[in-house]
C-alpha cells in the first residue's frame, strides 16, 4: 500500500537575508545530507527564494513560498502570484497561514482561491487550519477545522485533493510555547482525516498528508510524529536554527 511521505517544513516568516538563508542551506545539506525517507521543505521569504533554490542541491529538499496571490497577474501592488514562484523554483506554497488569517484577514474563500490558484500553476499548496483559543475554550474546534478544510478543498479534483497538504496548526500554539498535546493534535488530525475522507474519498483521505504546527521543539518531536495520524511538522521559531531543526528532522 502507498505509504504517506513525512514532510518537515520550515516556515521563517519574516526571517534571514539572502546570505543568512544561503548559510543556512548550506550547513544544513553539509550537516544532514540526502534525505530519502521523508521530505524537507524551506520556506523562505520571498526575497532569498532564487538564492536558495541555487544552493538547495542535496535529494529530499524542496522550495515553498510563504504565501501567494490569487490571481495569475495584474495590479496588485506588492504582491507575488503563483506563476512567479513556479518559474524561481518552488514546490510548494503556504496557503492560509494563521497570521495570513489573523493579522492580514485573509478569509476562507481568499484562501479556497489561493488554493486553486497554486494548482493551476503547478504548485502544492499547503493548507493551514486551526483554531483560536477561545473557539477551543468554546469546544469549536472540529467546526472551525471542518468549515476551514471544507472551503479550501471546494472544487479540486480527486488529485488535487491527493496532492494537497494540510497543516493543522492551533493559533494558541504558534509562537507562544504552547504546544498541543501528542493527544490533541492526534485527535483533530484522526477528524480531520475523517471529515476528508467524507468530503473527497477514503484513499484519497488515506494518502492526504497531515502536518502538525505550534511550538514544535527538539523535545516534543518525537511525541508528536509517533502519533498514527500526524504526518509530519511545520516548523516556525524552531527552523530558524540550523541545531534545532537538524533534530526536528530527525525525529525518530
Ligand atoms: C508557524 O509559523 O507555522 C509555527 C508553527 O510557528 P512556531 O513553530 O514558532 O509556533
Given at each position: 500500500?502507498?505509504?504517506?511521505?513525512?514532510?518537515?517544513?520550515?516556515?521563517?516568516?519574516?526571517?534571514?537575508?539572502?546570505?543568512?538563508?544561503?548559510?543556512f542551506?548550506?550547513?544544513?545539506?553539509?550537516?544532514?545530507?540526502?534525505?530519502?525517507?521523508?521530505?524537507?521543505?524551506?520556506?523562505?521569504?520571498?526575497?532569498?527564494?532564487?538564492?536558495?533554490?541555487?544552493?538547495?542541491?542535496?535529494?529530499?529538499?524542496?522550495?515553498?513560498?510563504?504565501?501567494?496571490?490569487?490571481?495569475?497577474?495584474?495590479?496588485?501592488?506588492?504582491?507575488?502570484?503563483?506563476?512567479?514562484?513556479?518559474?524561481?523554483?518552488?514546490?510548494?506554497?503556504?496557503?492560509?497561514?494563521?497570521e495570513?488569517?489573523?493579522?492580514?484577514?485573509?478569509?476562507?474563500?481568499?484562501?479556497?482561491?489561493?488554493v486553486?490558484?497554486?494548482?493551476?500553476?503547478g504548485?502544492?499548496?499547503?493548507?493551514?487550519?486551526?483554531?483560536?483559543?477561545?473557539?477551543?475554550?468554546?469546544?469549536?474546534?472540529?467546526?472551525?477545522?471542518?468549515?476551514?478544510?471544507?472551503?479550501?478543498?471546494?472544487?479540486?479534483?480527486?488529485?488535487?485533493?491527493?496532492?494537497?497538504?494540510?497543516?493543522?496548526?492551533?493559533?494558541?500554539?504558534?509562537?507562544t510555547?504552547?504546544?498541543?498535546?501528542p493527544?490533541?493534535?492526534?485527535?483533530?488530525?484522526?477528524?480531520?482525516?475523517?471529515?476528508y475522507?467524507?468530503?473527497?474519498?477514503?484513499?484519497?483521505?488515506?494518502?492526504?498528508?497531515?502536518?502538525?504546527?505550534?511550538?514544535?521543539?527538539?523535545?516534543?518531536?518525537?511525541?508528536?510524529?509517533?502519533?498514527?495520524?500526524?504526518?509530519?511538522?511545520?516548523?516556525?521559531?524552531?527552523?530558524?536554527?540550523?541545531?534545532?531543526?537538524?533534530?526536528?528532522?530527525?525525529?525518530?
Open positions: 500500500m502507498e505509504k504517506r511521505i513525512p514532510l518537515i517544513a520550515a516556515n521563517w516568516k519574516m526571517h534571514k537575508t539572502v546570505g543568512e538563508s544561503v548559510a542551506i548550506e550547513e544544513l545539506q553539509r550537516e544532514v545530507g540526502a534525505v530519502t525517507d521523508r521530505e524537507v521543505v524551506i520556506a523562505p521569504p520571498f526575497t532569498a527564494l532564487a538564492a536558495v533554490r541555487r544552493v538547495m542541491t542535496a535529494p529530499g529538499y524542496r522550495l515553498a513560498s510563504q504565501n501567494c496571490h490569487q490571481e495569475a497577474k495584474g495590479a496588485f501592488t506588492g504582491e507575488v502570484s503563483g506563476g512567479m514562484l513556479k518559474d524561481v523554483g518552488c514546490e510548494y506554497v503556504i496557503v492560509g497561514h494563521s495570513r488569517r489573523h493579522v492580514f484577514g485573509e478569509t476562507n474563500e481568499t484562501i479556497r482561491l489561493k486553486a490558484a497554486a494548482f493551476a500553476c504548485l502544492v499548496p499547503i493548507l493551514c487550519v486551526g483554531e483560536v483559543l477561545a473557539e477551543r475554550e468554546s469546544n469549536r474546534t472540529f467546526k472551525v477545522v471542518d468549515e476551514q478544510v471544507q472551503s479550501a478543498v471546494l472544487g479540486l479534483t480527486p488529485q488535487q485533493a491527493r496532492e494537497l497538504v494540510i497543516a493543522y496548526e492551533p493559533v494558541w500554539a504558534i509562537g510555547g504552547k504546544t498541543a498535546t493527544d490533541q493534535a492526534q485527535e483533530v488530525h484522526a477528524f480531520i482525516r475523517e471529515r475522507a467524507a468530503l473527497c474519498d477514503k484513499t484519497v483521505a488515506n494518502l492526504t498528508r497531515i502536518l502538525y504546527g505550534g511550538s514544535v521543539k527538539p523535545d516534543n518531536v518525537d511525541s508528536l510524529m509517533a502519533q498514527p495520524d500526524v504526518d509530519g511538522l511545520l516548523v516556525g521559531g524552531a527552523s530558524l536554527e540550523v541545531g534545532s531543526f537538524k533534530r526536528i528532522i530527525r525525529f525518530v
